[in-house]
């Protein structure tokens, strides 16, 4: 299989150009400039609606798009990048890919297109999507953009919830941190159970979209398939270093009237309210089960990230 791979210096795009390059595809990378360490790659300058793809996606059976803009300002350049990379971008490489005569196009959206709370039950595909801020707006439109394009080539649509493992950044890099300090937290009374996924998870659910046969277009959720609190979750992160848990009660309520007196409501919605989703479709209908047992990627992302970290100042 011949494909084309975008977002390749990131978090995901890393393991997933791992993983390809492993199992024998043949794989290109489509950058924004020249990247050390990433081979076969094709500079497409800064993502946008006019950015030529043509020459990236030339010979290519499948296109994985994971490039996107995620930082969460809200700033108007911010908020431009989320329509220029997230939507524009995404418009104008799917074009391209039927223009080159691609097969399949599986586009990394996310989670956050259904909102930010599952309320009673998980979310499933055919729930109608309630992003809550820029970043799962500009997903959606994405997801809608690429709809014009259904009979063109097979498209198929991952939404993933919080993706962790070794090295990742942004929010659990910031439940790691937590969870490393030596102190007892507050969050034995965060127990809304939210969904994440291991990214050897992920990268092994997107490779099979990629390359099993299936009715499309398709649109996917994919997780661990074991749900956790926050309190499970960072219960599990500090024993795997061997710490107790050490959390204490402080009622949801509470917690979420404070944060949103200091400007952080989101974060305690995060902690105290649940968003989970469905994966049962992609296992379903793609036979699809993770490869990776959730504990013990838990295990190994903790470990990781304290085997990385600064030392401590004596």
Known sequence: ??????????????????????????????????TPGIENAFVVGD??????WSAAVAGCDVVIHLAAHVHKGKSAVDQDAFQRVNVDATRSL??????????????????KVMGESSG????????????????????????????TFVGALEITIVRPPLVYGPGVRANFLSLLRLAD????????AATARRSLVFVGNLVDALI?????????????????GNDLSVAELVTQ????????????????????????????RDVAQRLFAPLQIDASRIRRELGWTPPFVQRDALALTARSFRSTRAPAAS
Request: charged share 15%.
């Open 208 to 224: 099979a979209c990629a390359t099993v046969r299936h009715l499309v277009p398709a649109t996917y959720f994919v997780s661990d």
């Open 1 to 34: 299989m011949r494909l084309l791979l975008t977002g390749c210096s990131g978090f995901i795009g890393r393991a997933l150009f791992a993983e390809l390059t492993r199992r024998g595809h043949s794989i290109r990378c489509a950058v924004r400039q020249p």
């Open 120 to 147: 009673a039950r998980p979310f499933v595909e055919g729930d109608t999507p309630r992003p809550q801020d820029a970043y799962g707006r500009s997903k959606l439109a994405a997801e809608q953009a690429l709809a």
């Open 237 to 264: 992160l500090r024993a795997a270093n061997g710490v107790r848990a050490r959390l204490w009660p402080i009622p949801a309520a509470a917690a979420s009237a404070l944060a949103a007196l200091v400007g952080q």
């Open 47 to 52: 993502l946008s609606g006019v950015t030529r």
């Open 181 to 188: 300090s030596p102190w007892p937290l507050p969050l034995a």
């Open 94 to 111: 799917v074009s391209a890919a039927v223009s080159a005569g691609v097969g399949r196009f599986v586009f990394v959206s996310s989670a």
